[in-house]
């Protein structure tokens, strides 16, 4: 099953879409990849969340692939309207398996090439 990837550049945000998914379960939230896995030589990805094909959100604090039900006060997963509302949300573990459809990432490392030369996307807008 093919999932996006995501890559943050600055004020810039990229979405590719990759195909191999085993090269990246067992990662971790906070774990850093070869951008050459999603087509981005020379670049170094970091994790930073993603969510699963339901919907729900990954949560660094929670170990493992599980999903789980959990009180949240604010954060990732869960947005109050008011101070001091708690709410029992589902949210998804900080290890990515096959159920993740999509990855969030900032570049820790950058390339020689900039990113929208090598995914051919500057060039459209500006014609």
């Known amino acids: 099953m093919a999932f ?12 590719i879409e990759v195909d191999e998914t ?3 379960n067992g990662l971790l939230i906070g774990d850093e990849f070869d951008g050459g896995l999603v087509g ?15 919907g729900f959100t990954m ?3 929670i170990s493992g692939t599980r999903r ?13 309207k008011a101070d001091g509302v708690k709410r029992r949300k589902t949210v998804r573990g900080n290890t990515i398996a096959e159920d993740i459809v999509q990855i969030n ?9 900039p990113i929208a030369e090598i995914l051919g996307t500057g060039d459209e807008e500006e014609e």
């Open 4 to 15: 996006k990837v995501v890559v943050s550049d600055k004020a810039e945000s990229y979405q």
């Open 59 to 61: 949560k660094k604090d």
């Open 68 to 80: 789980i039900k959990s009180l949240l006060t604010g954060g990732i997963g869960y947005h109050p």
């Open 22 to 24: 085993k090269a990246f």
């Open 105 to 113: 990432t900032v570049v820790a490392e950058a390339g020689s090439k």
């Open 40 to 54: 981005l030589d020379g670049y170094t990805l970091k994790i930073t969340g993603g969510s699963d094909k339901n």
